[in-house]
């Protein structure tokens, strides 16, 4: 197969595992296309101010990001054949839900990555998943089995 795989990572930002999936991929060699959100959380929060203009007040601060960000997001999320959406521990990531929540609308494949302790508060979101796992490795081991039908060796 000559396909390549458009793979979302939505989620949190604070840990490694975008890179621990990348050079999974990358060992695997697996015919992958990665995006994501933009991950330098000031850049993220402030560029719609950056590009239209200051806001005094925090909420249209926030707004005018958000609408560049949902731009960024929505286009490649309806381009993805897989988003992987990770929960972290330390931050609630309402829009790695909502990431969620717009690929189950699109009918756009995704498995959730989160600890054990989210799966109470995830159990609907999982529900809606393809897959969920608790490790990148395990995101790889998935995208290899999903995109050459191979086990993990």
């Not at 989620?11 to 994501?36: M, Q």
Request: proline content about 4%.
């Amino acid at each position: 197969m000559n396909k390549i795989w458009n793979i979302y990572l939505s989620g949190e930002i604070h840990s490694d595992w975008r890179e621990r999936i990348a050079a999974g991929i990358k060992e695997a060699e697996l015919p992958v296309s990665l995006s994501a959100p933009v991950t330098v959380h000031a850049d993220s929060d402030d560029c719609g101010v950056a590009i239209f203009g200051a806001e005094d007040n925090k909420y249209w601060h926030d707004h005018k990001g958000a609408m560049l960000n949902a731009v960024r997001t929505g286009t490649l999320l309806r381009e993805a054949d897989i988003a992987i959406i990770r929960f972290g521990e330390k931050y609630k990531q309402w829009n790695a839900a909502f990431d969620a929540g717009y690929c189950a609308a699109l009918g756009t494949p995704y498995i959730t990555l989160h600890p054990e302790e989210h799966d109470h508060a995830l159990k609907e979101v999982d529900a809606a998943a393809s897959a969920m796992a608790r490790t990148p490795e395990q995101v790889v081991q998935a995208l290899g089995y999903i995109i050459n039908g191979t086990l993990p060796r």
